[in-house]
């Protein structure tokens, strides 16, 4: 018999007044994975955590932890925890109070606290600060407290909404790493909303892209990154070059269209069809480089132009490319050999790509 998801949500329906917040959803999250839920800020996904934690009651629809609805169970006794991106540590109390108060609300002794206290500051990397004041720890102490404060009550499911969003960049960019680990190693099923697609790729095993209210898809990041279903998943995970046109015939599931300054493109026709007008995405690492027309010659799209604009970020570096043929911009991410580290705005330049590298959806009022 499988195992019923730490996590099952079942047409998940959430409305304020005549505003639907939550249209429909549904989803499952397996034991011990860390899921996401990805999308812009007012697309619904802050009303769908403060659901499962039990603030919001549904309009519709159904909440399961381990295969058990918690529609009637009340916000204290659901076996969820949540972190917050202010971390609402107390400041009145040291380390070791602030992991322990859940524990203590909940009748522990002090020897069975001090205990679990220790062995779960051991978990998170910081042994024997227990006495410290949190206005003494760093941002990234700070918020592994707060995890060790969640993840002491031993909940299923830990719920964490936008925690790094006060962290400066550098500490930001560690804590996708350590919350990674720590997750890993408490083994402990994390759902995790968020506006930051790089959070969302590097962190999780599946990230559902929300919009609107609905989700858009739920993959892996490899599978949203190169195979989204839709042109707002294509459009906001990743960096992306996007042409509109009209398909004059599609062939063997590849797409020919004209866009509207007149250039002729080629790309995975995903559902569209002839006549119909679309939107071509392409990521600026798809986009190869040459010196010469020749070095792109074998590509299914091609264009010439100048490098309008040099954007240097060590092995990240990419040039804007003004297209000799309409004067329009394409983002193309320099490759990471040091053969083109010498060019310099003006340079002529030959750009290429594949037409399966190019993804088509049908364009908004298209």
Not at 133 to 160: F, H, N, W, Y
Not at 167 to 176: A, C, I, N, T, Y
Not at 229 to 257: D, Q, Y
Not at 338 to 356: C, K, M, Q, T, Y
């Amino acid at each position: 018999m499988t195992a019923a998801p730490d996590l099952e949500c079942t047409h998940l329906t959430r409305r304020f007044g005549e505003t639907l917040a939550v249209d429909d959803v549904s989803f499952s999250v397996p034991a011990g994975s860390f899921f996401s839920i990805l999308g812009p800020s007012g697309c619904g996904k802050t009303t769908i955590m403060r659901m499962i934690a039990g603030f919001l009651e549904p309009s519709s629809g159904d909440i399961a932890i381990k295969g058990r609805s918690v529609l009637d169970v009340p916000p204290n006794k659901r076996p969820v925890n949540m972190v917050f991106q202010h971390l609402a540590l107390f400041p009145m109390m040291n380390v070791e109070d602030n992991i322990g108060y859940g524990l203590r609300r909940a009748g522990n002794s002090k020897a069975e606290i001090a205990r679990k206290v220790d062995e779960v500051l051991d978990r998170i990397g910081l042994p024997g600060i227990g006495k410290r004041k949190t206005d003494e720890l760093s941002g990234g102490q700070k918020q592994r407290v707060a995890i060790a404060r969640c993840m002491v009550l031993e909940p299923d499911v830990l719920l964490l909404d936008e925690p790094l969003g006060a962290l400066d960049l550098k500490l930001r960019e560690r804590m996708k790493v350590e919350l990674k680990s720590l997750q890993a190693a408490f083994d402990t099923t994390f759902v995790y909303i968020t506006h930051d697609q790089s959070e969302a790729l590097v962190m999780s095993d599946r990230i559902a892209v929300m919009n609107a209210g609905k989700f858009e898809q739920v993959g892996t990041g490899q599978d949203l990154y190169y195979r989204p279903e839709t042109a707002f998943v294509a459009g906001f995970v990743g960096e992306s070059n996007r042409w509109r046109g009209r398909i004059e015939r599609v062939e063997g599931g590849t797409a020919e269209l004209r866009t509207e300054a007149g250039l002729t493109m080629r790309g995975a026709a995903r559902g569209a069809a002839a006549d119909q007008i679309v939107d071509i995405y392409v990521r600026p690492e798809a986009i190869r480089i040459g010196r010469a027309a020749g070095d792109v010659a074998g590509f299914d799209n091609r264009l010439s132009g100048t490098v309008g604009s040099l954007l240097f970020n060590g092995a990240a570096s990419r040039i804007i490319v003004t297209c000799a043929e309409t004067g329009g911009e394409i983002e193309v991410t320099l490759p990471q050999s040091g053969e083109f580290a010498n060019l310099a705005r003006g340079a002529p330049i030959h750009v290429g790509w594949s037409a399966d590298q190019a993804n088509c959806f049908a364009a908004s009022g298209g």
